[in-house]
């Protein structure tokens, strides 16, 4: 992901990535796997969606560029990425096997990934199996060993697909197995996640100039994390764990009608999601905390897009109509001797819980060819988000933030109002010579940019203090900017050797007060070197990222250093079957 234009990755531990665009990340970045959207089970984002498409069998990461399409996804106010899995292809008339196994290794941690995929398949049907095992200990650097930083993964997904002509359908039912992985960045690690994952896909040509395609998925997440088993215990009185549950299921079904000149795009969609999470104390058996209840958060939506392409010249119009309804049961806490606790829960248990909010997207979009050679790219939209659960239902000051991991304590707001952003992008993509280049320029305007707050509870800020040393931050609306620059380019110096690079400059800040925004990627860039011929594959790069000081003083975020890294990897291919990597 590091690697696209204005994309990078908040990471919080060896598997426990969260992608960022263009200076938003989290649940503000719609991430879809095979355009399926996820839903996962850690209220802090252990199980991020990219945790779900081990790098092996993943076939390609797509970021959109720009200003996600509202057909993209429903909620995508911070942008649009999709990892799409490596089910293998169809084949000739006659069924065939096909497949592959790969293995990879570091000593730094003893880092082993090794996958396989057998497919068996004709020019219609296609059966496919495919298998990711990761293992690894504590990464070392020069200040250190990182703990803990261990990992345990195993990926699995078996399918089934038929294709005729413009018509196919894919079934497919896949597992995510996580045992013991560290979180460093955050308050507990992975003790285990345990995910079933089932899902189709179909598409069906009514007409020649009328088709329909329908989604459909399901996800049961079981989640145990603590705070003593992988890293140092704290004293017994103080160790944790936590049982998370999510459930999900999501519906889409869309139209597209190609006119004359354009095309119509109309759908539906449909997402639901539950989540629970008790926390205990394995040495008190009257110690638990019931941290989210019952929570559901539904989301109904449905756009409309009409595509014009004439001659040098293409439009984009889309609207998208969304409604989010939240719930949550009563939630409460034993062997919390504080008066402060009893009256957030009751406070909590007390109020309305049952939410709603309605919003509409907009966004247009028009590209100019003004040669063979050049064209221009303008972009503009208002984007939505209605608020997490996290953000409205943490009830006692805690750090189940969705992965913010800052070591501050929050609470949720059920008065929150969803996020708007008016959002502009523009740039050109050119070829001359050899030389291809694609600068883009975007700037976000955000209404009510959710982000934590110093809390007027003074029950909150008490138990926050006790429990953590600093008073509470509470989810609220705020006002915020985005700006900044991405680059993508590349240069074919001959047949076989061709220069690339990425660069990326993202600036935000508060506009309501003098602060900067959280956790943004300072400027990066990339440059690589690749020789290629029949047999061989040389590649190398230098990866670059400045200082960061432009950090955010309301969760007193640290001032960071640049560095910069050289990677190289060789290739060799003594045959179409074997490729040897390293």
Same mark, same amino acid.
């Given at each position: 992901?590091?690697?696209?234009?204005?994309?990078?990755?908040?990471?919080? &531990?060896?598997?426990?990535?969260?992608?960022?665009?263009?200076?938003?990340?989290?649940?503000?970045?719609?991430?879809?796997?095979?355009?399926?959207?996820?839903?996962?089970?850690?209220?802090?984002?252990?199980?991020?969606?990219?945790s779900?498409?081990?790098?092996?069998?993943? +076939?390609?990461?797509?970021?959109?560029?720009?200003?996600?399409?509202?057909?993209?996804? %429903?909620?995508?106010?911070?942008?649009?990425?999709?990892?799409?899995? @490596?089910?293998?292809?169809?084949?000739?008339?006659?069924?065939?096997?096909? $497949?592959?196994?790969?293995?990879?290794?570091?000593?730094?941690?003893?880092?082993?990934?090794?996958?396989?995929?057998?497919?068996?398949?004709?020019?219609?049907?296609?059966?496919?199996?495919?298998a990711?095992? !990761?293992?690894?200990?504590?990464?070392?650097?020069? @200040?250190? +060993?990182?703990?803990p930083?261990?990992?345990?993964?195993?990926?699995?997904?078996?399918?089934?697909?038929?294709?005729?002509?413009?018509?196919?359908?894919?079934?497919? @039912?896949?597992?995510?197995?996580?045992?013991?992985?560290?979180?460093?960045?955050? %308050?507990?690690?992975?003790?285990?996640?345990?995910?079933?994952?089932?899902?189709?896909?179909?598409?069906?040509a009514?007409?020649?100039?009328?088709?329909?395609e329908?989604?459909?998925?399901?996800?049961?997440?079981?989640?145990?994390?603590?705070?003593f088993?992988?890293?140092?215990? %704290?004293?017994?009185?103080?160790?944790?764990?936590?049982?998370?549950? &999510?459930?999900?299921?999501?519906l889409?079904?869309?139209?597209?009608?190609?006119?004359?000149?354009?095309?119509?795009?109309?759908?539906? /969609?449909?997402?639901?999601?539950?989540? !629970?999470?008790v926390?205990?104390?394995?040495?008190?058996?009257?110690?638990?905390v019931v941290? #989210?209840?019952?929570? +559901?958060?539904?989301?109904?939506?449905?756009? &409309?897009?009409?595509?014009?392409?004439?001659?040098?010249?293409?439009?984009?119009?889309?609207?998208?109509?969304?409604?989010?309804?939240?719930?949550?049961?009563?939630?409460?806490?034993?062997?919390?001797?504080?008066?402060?606790?009893?009256?957030?829960?009751?406070?909590?248990?007390?109020?309305?819980?049952?939410?709603?909010f309605?919003? =509409?997207? /907009? *966004?247009?979009?028009?590209?100019?060819?003004?040669?063979?050679?050049?064209?221009?790219?303008?972009?503009?939209?208002?984007?939505?988000?209605?608020?997490?659960?996290?953000?409205?239902?943490?009830w =006692?000051?805690?750090?189940?933030?969705?992965?913010l991991?800052? $070591?501050?304590?929050?609470?949720?707001?059920?008065?929150?109002?969803?996020?708007?952003?008016?959002?502009?992008?523009?740039?050109?993509?050119?070829?001359? /010579?050899?030389?291809?280049?694609? %600068?883009?320029?975007?700037?976000?305007?955000?209404?009510?940019?959710?982000?934590?707050?110093?809390?007027?509870?003074? &029950? @909150?800020?008490?138990?926050?203090?006790?429990?953590?040393?600093?008073?509470?931050?509470? #989810?609220s609306?705020?006002?915020?900017?985005?700006?900044?620059?991405?680059?993508?380019?590349?240069?074919?110096?001959?047949?076989?050797?061709?220069?690339?690079?990425?660069?990326?400059?993202?600036?935000?800040?508060?506009?309501?007060v003098?602060?900067?925004?959280?956790?943004?990627?300072p400027?990066?860039?990339?440059?690589?070197?690749?020789?290629?011929?029949?047999?061989?594959?040389?590649?190398?790069?230098?990866?670059?990222?400045?200082?960061?000081?432009? *950090?955010?003083?309301?969760?007193?975020?640290?001032?960071?250093?640049?560095?910069?890294?050289?990677?190289?990897?060789?290739?060799?291919?003594?045959?179409?079957?074997?490729?040897?990597?390293?």
């Amino acid at each position: 992901l590091k690697s696209r234009p204005g994309a990078n990755v908040n990471s919080n &531990g060896p598997i426990t990535g969260i992608a960022q665009y263009r200076g938003m990340y989290g649940d503000r970045v719609a991430v879809t796997v095979d355009n399926h959207g996820m839903v996962t089970g850690g209220p802090n984002a252990m199980d991020a969606p990219l945790s779900y498409v081990s790098p092996m069998i993943t +076939e390609a990461l797509v970021v959109e560029r720009g200003i996600a399409s509202v057909s993209s996804a %429903p909620e995508s106010i911070g942008g649009h990425v999709d990892a799409r899995l @490596a089910r293998g292809d169809f084949g000739a008339q006659e069924f065939g096997l096909s $497949g592959f196994v790969g293995s990879r290794y570091s000593n730094n941690g003893n880092l082993n990934m090794s996958a396989g995929r057998l497919t068996l398949s004709n020019s219609s049907h296609r059966i496919s199996a495919i298998a990711e095992l !990761d293992s690894g200990q504590n990464i070392s650097t020069p @200040a250190g +060993e990182i703990r803990p930083s261990l990992l345990d993964r195993r990926r699995y997904d078996v399918s089934y697909s038929y294709a005729n002509g413009d018509n196919h359908v894919v079934v497919y @039912a896949g597992k995510l197995d996580t045992d013991e992985s560290g979180t460093p960045t955050l %308050p507990m690690d992975i003790r285990y996640i345990d995910t079933d994952l089932f899902g189709s896909h179909f598409q069906y040509a009514v007409t020649p100039t009328f088709s329909i395609e329908g989604r459909a998925s399901a996800s049961d997440v079981e989640h145990l994390m603590d705070n003593f088993g992988l890293r140092s215990a %704290p004293p017994e009185m103080r160790q944790r764990q936590t049982v998370a549950t &999510g459930e999900g299921q999501t519906l889409a079904l869309a139209g597209r009608l190609d006119l004359e000149r354009s095309t119509l795009r109309f759908g539906i /969609a449909r997402t639901d999601a539950e989540h !629970d999470a008790v926390i205990t104390n394995p040495n008190d058996s009257m110690f638990r905390v019931v941290n #989210f209840s019952d929570v +559901e958060r539904d989301l109904t939506s449905m756009f &409309g897009e009409w595509l014009l392409d004439r001659n040098s010249r293409a439009f984009e119009l889309g609207v998208s109509l969304k409604r989010v309804t939240t719930g949550a049961g009563e939630v409460g806490a034993m062997g919390m001797m504080s008066p402060a606790v009893t009256a957030l829960s009751d406070a909590f248990n007390n109020a309305d819980r049952s939410l709603s909010f309605d919003d =509409l997207d /907009a *966004v247009a979009k028009y590209r100019y060819r003004a040669s063979n050679d050049l064209e221009w790219s303008f972009e503009v939209a208002r984007k939505s988000r209605a608020p997490s659960y996290q953000e409205l239902y943490l009830w =006692l000051p805690m750090q189940a933030t969705g992965g913010l991991a800052d $070591g501050r304590t929050y609470i949720g707001d059920l008065n929150l109002d969803s996020e708007h952003s008016n959002e502009l992008s523009v740039g050109f993509s050119s070829s001359y /010579a050899r030389l291809d280049i694609s %600068p883009q320029l975007f700037y976000k305007q955000i209404d009510g940019f959710i982000q934590g707050a110093p809390s007027d509870n003074s &029950g @909150a800020n008490m138990v926050a203090m006790m429990m953590g040393g600093q008073p509470a931050l509470q #989810f609220s609306n705020t006002d915020a900017e985005i700006w900044g620059l991405d680059l993508v380019w590349s240069l074919r110096m001959s047949e076989r050797l061709s220069i690339d690079g990425v660069a990326t400059y993202t600036r935000g800040r508060r506009t309501d007060v003098s602060d900067n925004l959280y956790r943004l990627v300072p400027f990066n860039a990339r440059v690589g070197v690749r020789y290629a011929n029949e047999s061989w594959d040389f590649n190398t790069e230098v990866v670059a990222y400045g200082s960061q000081k432009d *950090v955010a003083a309301y969760n007193d975020e640290q001032q960071t250093s640049g560095y910069e890294i050289v990677n190289a990897a060789v290739a060799w291919m003594p045959s179409p079957s074997i490729r040897v990597e390293a």
